[in-house]
């Protein structure tokens, strides 16, 4: 199995930073694309910032210019370097690893992390 482990959330003062890692570990072969997602209290599940094994990157509209992704594809590891950080930012972050094909496997499949608590203060 592949797991997915979260790191770098808490509680910070608005306009301050944090940054969110997550490591993919398994016997893995490659792994297509890594985002982060977020899901505030109350609402559904919202994309972040994705990026793909060459480097291209997707951001919602309401964290470009504030966030930024990338990735260490020999690590299997995905950052979101968060700036300016807002109250509605405040949610529980997720990572994903989209189209992770397994040493072994024949085909891909997606995986999640556990989720990490980021708060935002006002």
């Known amino acids: 199995q592949v797991r997915l482990v979260e790191s770098g959330g808490g509680l910070v003062q608005a306009g301050g930073s944090l940054r969110l890692s997550c490591a993919a570990s398994g016997r893995i072969f490659g792994i297509s694309a890594m985002g982060w997602y977020r899901q505030a209290p109350g609402k559904q599940r919202e994309l972040v910032a994705t990026?793909?094994?060459?480097?291209?990157?997707n951001y919602a509209d309401s964290v470009k210019g504030r966030f930024t992704i990338s990735r260490e594809n020999a690590k299997n590891t995905v950052y979101l370097q968060m700036n300016s950080l807002k109250s509605e930012d405040t949610a529980v972050y997720y990572c994903?690893?989209?189209?992770?094909?397994?040493?072994?496997?024949?085909?891909?499949?997606?995986?999640w992390g556990q989720g990490t608590q980021v708060t935002v203060s006002s």
């Open positions: 994903a690893a989209e189209k992770v094909l397994r040493l072994g496997a024949r085909r891909e499949e997606d995986y």
């Open positions: 990026i793909t094994n060459r480097g291209s990157t």
